[in-house]
Nanobody, 115 residues
Framework: QVQLVESGGGSVQAGGSLRLSCLVS????????MAWYRQDAGKQREQVAH???????TYGDSVRGRFTISRNDAKNTVYLQMDDLKPEDTGVYYC?????????WGQGTPVTVSS
């Protein structure tokens, strides 16, 4: 059974930083891509960062230049470094992986940015 467990969320003031981690466990032959999404109350879940299995990264317009996604395949972990956080970055952050014929989500980790 595949499990994704996020950690690193919390409360921070505007301008601060947080680093999220997502540990992937279970029987997985290969991971095609990994991504971070976020969802705030009353809003749709949106992708904020994406990384392929050859380390090509893409970012949402609102986080580009402030967030950095990376992966450590030896540790089965994907990270999201979030700098210069803004109140609009508040939400629950979810990790997602895409494997052949399936996709898996974590349970989310909350991030609150106060002004």
């Amino acid at each position: 059974q595949v499990q994704l467990v996020e950690s690193g969320g919390g409360s921070v003031q505007a301008g601060g930083s947080l680093r999220l981690s997502c540990l992937v466990s279970g029987s997985i032959a290969s991971i095609n891509s990994m991504a971070w999404y976020r969802q705030d109350a009353g809003k749709q879940r949106e992708q904020v960062a994406h990384i392929t299995n050859d380390d090509v990264t893409t970012y949402g317009d609102s986080v580009r230049g402030r967030f950095t996604i990376s992966r450590n395949d030896a540790k089965n972990t994907v990270y999201l470094q979030m700098d210069d956080l803004k109140p609009e970055d508040t939400g629950v952050y979810y990790c997602k992986i895409v494997v052949p014929r399936a996709a898996y989500w974590g349970q989310g980790t909350p991030v609150t940015v106060s002004s």
